[in-house]
């Protein structure tokens, strides 16, 4: 349990710490929503929040090679399974 815990918690931070700088990316370099008179916001929004989101669901992942237990033994297992999952993941 400790294991879930912690991945969600892992996760959790790398989303909350790499949303800023993926709005600091957005408007850099123009990857904004601008309004319109079918948009609910009044400004400019950015558009790679789900980078951050993604790069959250990512980050815990790699810490199954630094513990040893069931949970990462079980995903140790599923190595090439995780990694289709991943490329495809990233291919979207």
Request: glycine share 8%; with cysteine; charged share 15%.
């Amino acid at each position: 349990m400790k294991t879930y815990v912690a991945i969600l918690v892992i996760s959790a931070l790398a989303a909350f710490f790499f949303t800023p700088l993926m709005r600091r990316l957005a408007l850099r370099f123009g990857a904004i929503d601008l309004p319109g008179e079918r948009k609910v916001h009044q400004k400019p929004m950015p558009r790679l929040g789900g980078l951050a989101v993604f790069i959250g669901f990512c980050f815990p992942w790699a810490g199954f090679y630094l513990l040893d237990n069931l949970v990462t033994e079980t995903f140790q297992n599923y190595e090439k399974l995780f990694a289709a999952l991943m490329l495809g993941a990233s291919a979207m």
